[in-house]
């Protein structure tokens, strides 16, 4: 059974910044594109980011030039850096292989005060 366990998040002031980690045991991580979500109280989940296995990388327009999605494929890890951030970035963050094929962790909750 694969497990995503995302972590990172916090309560930060609006122009903070957080960085996000997620870890999986799947083997076949260093070979997917794994992405980052975010899920808005009342929302849908929306993609934030994504990066291939080669390191090519792709951002929301809402977030572009404030965050940076990166990955570790010795340690099975990827990271989602968050600067400026803004109080509608407020949601809770997961990640996921970009089909979405594998059950949702837990993720890691997010607050920007204005």
């Known amino acids: 059974q694969v497990q995503l366990v995302e972590s990172g998040g916090g309560l930060v002031q609006a122009g903070g910044s957080l960085r996000l980690s997620c870890t999986t045991s799947e083997s076949i991580f260093r070979i997917v594109t794994m992405a980052w979500y975010r899920q808005a109280p009342g929302q849908e989940r929306e993609l934030v980011a994504h990066?291939?296995?080669?390191?090519?990388?792709n951002y929301v327009d809402s977030v572009k030039g404030r965050f940076t999605i990166s990955r570790d494929n010795g340690k099975n890890t990827v990271y989602l850096r968050m600067n400026s951030l803004k109080p509608e970035d407020t949601a809770v963050y997961y990640c996921?292989?970009?089909?979405?094929?594998?059950?949702w962790g837990q993720g890691t909750q997010v607050t920007v005060s204005s």
């Open positions: 990066i291939s296995h080669g390191g090519n990388t």
């Open positions: 996921n292989n970009i089909l979405t094929t594998w059950p």
